[in-house]
């Protein structure tokens, strides 16, 4: 017998891994979750259906939401992740020295209790704990508007628009996030495919640009994501992440970002370049 | 009642499609053939059940597997196509004015046929023929053993290594198309997942690079293929990929590809790097 799990990553489109084991389906005060072992992508995380990461790929997603943006900021010393409740965003944002405090804010508890147990590669900084590291379990939302001049990083490690992370794509928050920022500050946001998602990434391309003066999308190569190629946005106040002279940047022991990574995830298909004319 | 069709990328990862219309269903002497009119990615090709292209992202890997070595080769004169069986290729290789004579041998005059009739938005070569254009239905192995000295650019656009591309991606067939070539000539071949076939290409990669002085490889973003990402590789005698001045490049009325493009796809995440060490 096979057991296979099916995402809906559109009403046409599915992606499909066979399961090996289920380790865990709960539900939270925010959400179904639900984490599989399978074979392709080895155990993963999905929440209201929607897969969120995976032992497999997750190296991906968290170096790029984590040191393409920290990279840009010459001294990122105070940054704060909304969201991100397995942890991974966080453990490649300790790996910065230049960092001296770290807040997350994560809306559902749940998430970090199920991912410290079944993804501990990912939840280390969870379980672990680390004197940088400071976790609250509340409302980003809530938590950006209330905060101001604070942040030289902000990455805001979401899940889809729908659910506990529809505010977290609305102008108010982008607005609350440059409030939230020092005055040289920048913030990334993970924003959907760019080929599933097109007038969701146009929209708050615009948004962000209307706040903030330099606003710049970057991908990379995400398999178990819709289409396989995912957008991540920053909008920043002073510093240009084209102008990072990568050269200079450090080494680090990553698997899949490096120095002309740095650079070439910046640089966008034309069908992508269209929609932010 | 929904019809969908799930393309097994392994043995433990499929990718479904919803079906608007079953458009052809038959049987070469080489293989099955199917085009499907789907929700997500319109009309489509299958080739024994692997989807092959589709007129939702066709122009990636069409724009991508001619415009970059063709614009690594500064006089492309004489260039074959091997397989390309849709034309897709070689509506791409004929915008270059520098060609003066394109060959293309594909196995299979039915695949030719069917790409005709359904999907003519690729097939345009195929329907309209060009004075350029010299079309063979016949084996490209052997065609490329009897060639000697003969082409500036060799583009493989061929299936998987599995059924009548098998042999295309042989050891063999390299050292033939290193005979075939002009003293300063390249060649390309698409060259699957660096997610799901890294076996294939650390040996391609190992073989192609015993033969060839330059290998390089480079990476698009294809939602249709395995992981979303796929590799393209190129064995070079003479003109080194990452040397292009990039600035000097025409500007080309392209949907994907443009001159930052034809950079950054070369520049590879760590993982992959691992596989050519």
Redesign the interface.
């Known amino acids: 017998m096979e057991l ?1 799990f ?1 995402e809906f990553q ?9 399961v090996k084991e289920t380790l865990y389906m709960g539900k939270s005060e925010f959400q179904d979750i639900a984490v599989l072992d ?3 992508f080895g155990r993963m995380l999905a929440l209201d259906g929607v897969f969120q990461t995976s032992i497999f ?1 997750e190296f ?1 997603y968290h170096e790029m939401i984590a040191h393409v943006p920290l990279l840009v900021h010459p001294a990122p010393r105070q940054v704060l992740i909304i969201g991100g409740g397995d942890g991974g965003a966080a453990r490649e944002v300790l790996r910065h020295a230049a960092v001296e405090r770290l807040e997350m804010v994560e809306i559902d508890g749940a998430v970090v209790d199920v991912c410290r147990r079944y993804l501990p590669e990912i939840s280390t900084v969870l379980i672990t704990g680390h004197d940088k590291f400071h976790l609250k379990i509340g409302d980003g939302i809530n938590h950006m508007a209330q905060a101001e001049n604070k942040y030289d990083v902000i990455i805001v490690d979401c899940s889809d628009p729908i659910g506990p992370g529809e505010g977290l794509f609305a102008r108010r928050f982008y607005e609350d996030c440059f409030k939230a920022l020092k005055a040289d500050g920048l913030f990334v946001q993970q924003t959907e495919s760019p ?1 599933y998602h097109q007038p969701l990434l146009k929209r708050l391309y615009k948004d962000i640009g209307a706040i903030f003066p330099i606003t710049r999308t970057y ?1 990379a ?3 178990l994501y ?4 995912h957008c991540f946005t920053i909008g920043s106040k002073r510093y240009d992440p084209l102008a990072v002279d990568t050269a200079k940047l450090p080494d680090l022991a ?5 120095k ?2 740095q ?3 910046f ?5 992508v ?1 269209e929609l932010f004319k």
């Open positions: 296979w099916n559109t009403d046409n489109l599915s992606l499909g891994a066979r399978t074979f392709e790929d991906i080929f991908l190569q995400i398999p819709p289409g396989g190629t990553t698997r899949y970002w490096n002309e990574i650079k070439s995830s640089a966008l298909p034309n069908f370049k």
